[in-house]
């Protein structure tokens, strides 16, 4: 059964530092979307993409933050200067469409990104 | 002082018995809901899904149902099973936002076997 991977699946960083998580979504899928879970707390959005560019983004998603798809498999989240705060489970999902009935989106594993 | 946030609801079962867990949500635009599972150190797993035109929708051992008046959604699971401990959250999409996904606080599920 396809599913969504992500590395690495933990990330240790020094504040301040720039990390890129990656994703690699379902492979016919055509929207893809980062989220962010801090422990114990409900996931929250963050960005979609879709034809290459930001569909919808939240106000978590600042200018420290950036996506890309820099081929056609992988899906990367960018965080410029890490903060304490953004300390989390980051999870990548993929969909071939608008959630839907048919548009089920997909979760990958997730990364813990842990900043000191 | 109390986190907020770190103490979700928690709804502990006996193994076999049927298990109801509630969601509230919180806009009247949103058009399509669905009920996912996390178990520990996972991503959200999808259980099931219901659009705003309908009120009930039926999986395997799974139910969701969709009372728009009041906004609120729950998910009964029947014959709730030791591996249906988890976490599970309720998640709702606002038509014409980008495929965003609002997520609920979660309710711990405990299956006493």
Redesign the interface.
Known sequence: EPE?TQTPSHQVTQMGQEVILRCVPISNHL?F?W?RQ????????LV?F?NNE?????EIFDDQFSVERPDGSNFTLKIRSTKLEDSAMY?C?S?DG????YN???????TRLTVL | GESV????PTLSVQEGDNSIINCAYSNSASD?F?W?KQES??????II?I?SNMDKRQGQRVTVLLNKTVKHLSLQIAATQPGDSAVY?C?E?IMN??????????TELSVKP
């Not at chain 2, 946030?5 to 979700?8: A, D, I, M, T, Y």
């Open positions: 969504v929207y979307y989220y801090i422990l114990g707390q409900k996931v929250e959005f979609s879709y930001i569909s919808e983004k939240s999870f999902a969909s608008y959630p839907s009935s089920e989106q997909f979760f990958g594993p997730g | 946030g770190l103490h979700l399509y669905i996912y150190g996972k991503g959200p797993q999808f899904d659009r959250f998640a999409n936002q980008g495929g965003k996904l609002i997520f609920g606080q979660g």
